[in-house]
């Protein structure tokens, strides 16, 4: 990020890298609106493709927030180096691991944007096992490489649709953030690891130990994301916002993340449930304190 970046701060620095793309221009096109740098509403087009903001002569349909946009990315930038390059994997998902990686710097997270192609090679998004803060125990810097990284597929001439799959990979690969649809979606998928720190309980006594202290709730980067959109003319209604906040708010949800009877969740919707754009106060929380390890100077 050309002015931003300081090689020798004490800074995550995260990486976007290519896969399948010819065009560099167009690359570079999707990392910015992804990165939605200035946190003020990213327009799309009518076909899903990022408009700048001193266009004249697109038709904007749509106004969202990418990453930082969002809390806790949003209010932390100066945690962060963000780079680009244009050296990609030798297939989509080679760089999930950390150790499979370039090691361009510390404390790095690799972000692939893969080009869905016609031979089928990027298949879904997702983020590689590998990230060292799952555990509130072990909170603490580590000297190896700590984070996993992330693939995510780019529908070509449609970036929109990833949008705000690169915060919730990120939830991954950064801050070991489960995923919150797959009981919804596939219903128990047999994993009996069903607990995962900080938002999916096995059971209500650990539900309750975990985040009894914020019950009722929501994530205030809620009515920020509203209030964004809603100023670029695209904003939720009242009685959707309503909804959105009560969707949000920290409860016992049932069924967990992955439809295990009696197991607990801590929101009915975030973004690593179904790219709700916030992360919801137990995510959130827990994301600010592995950020702030790092001072950013």
């Given at each position: 990020m050309a002015g931003h970046n300081r090689v020798s701060a004490d800074r995550?620095?995260?990486?976007?890298?290519?896969?399948?793309?010819?065009?560099?221009?167009?690359?570079?096109?999707?990392?910015?609106a992804y990165l939605n740098w200035s946190g003020t509403a990213q327009l799309w087009d009518e076909v899903?493709?990022?408009?700048?903001?001193?266009?004249?002569?697109?038709?904007?349909?749509?106004?969202?927030?990418?990453?930082?946009?969002?809390?806790?990315?949003?209010?932390?930038r100066d945690l962060f180096n963000v780079w680009t390059t244009r050296l990609s994997p030798p297939a989509p998902y080679d760089w999930l691991e950390?150790?499979?990686?370039?090691?361009?710097?510390?404390?790095?997270?690799?972000?692939?944007?893969?080009?869905?192609?016609?031979?089928?090679?990027v298949k879904s998004s997702v983020a590689g096992d590998g990230s060292m803060f799952d555990?509130?125990?072990?909170?603490?810097?580590?000297?190896?490489?700590?984070f996993a990284n992330a693939v995510v597929a780019v529908e070509p001439g449609s970036f929109v649709l990833a949008n705000r799959v690169v915060a919730h990979e990120l939830g991954h690969?950064?801050?070991?953030?489960?995923?919150?649809?797959v009981g919804r979606e596939t219903g128990f998928d047999g994993d009996a690891r069903n607990a995962f720190w900080p938002s999916c309980a096995d059971d209500q006594q650990r539900?309750?130990?975990?985040?009894?202290?914020?019950?009722?709730?929501?994530?205030?980067?809620?009515?920020?994301?509203?209030?964004?959109?809603?100023s670029a003319g695209f904003g939720p209604?009242?009685?959707?916002?309503?909804?959105?906040?009560?969707?949000?708010?920290?409860?016992?949800?049932a069924e967990g993340c992955f439809g295990v009877p009696g197991s607990v969740r801590s929101t009915a919707d975030s973004i690593m449930g179904f790219n709700f754009p916030a992360f919801g106060v137990?995510?959130?929380?827990?994301?600010?304190?592995?950020?702030?390890?790092?001072?950013?100077?």
């Open positions: 995550i620095n995260l990486v976007f890298a290519p896969w399948g793309w010819d065009d560099t221009g167009l690359f570079e096109e999707a990392a910015t899903g493709m990022p408009v700048a903001p001193d266009s004249t002569s697109a038709t904007v349909s749509f106004a969202d927030l990418g990453v930082f946009g969002m809390e806790p990315f949003r209010s932390r950390s150790q499979t990686t370039p090691n361009w710097a510390p404390d790095q997270v690799v972000v692939v944007l893969a080009l869905r192609d016609g031979a089928g090679e555990d509130p125990a072990r909170l603490e810097r580590f000297t190896d490489q700590p690969a950064l801050f070991s953030l489960a995923d919150e649809y539900a309750e130990a975990w985040w009894s202290s914020s019950i009722g709730e929501y994530d205030d980067q809620l009515d920020y994301w509203a209030e964004e959109v809603t209604t009242r009685a959707e916002l309503v909804r959105m906040r009560d969707e949000n708010r920290t409860a016992y949800v137990t995510n959130r929380r827990w994301a600010e304190q592995v950020l702030d390890l790092w001072t950013g100077e």
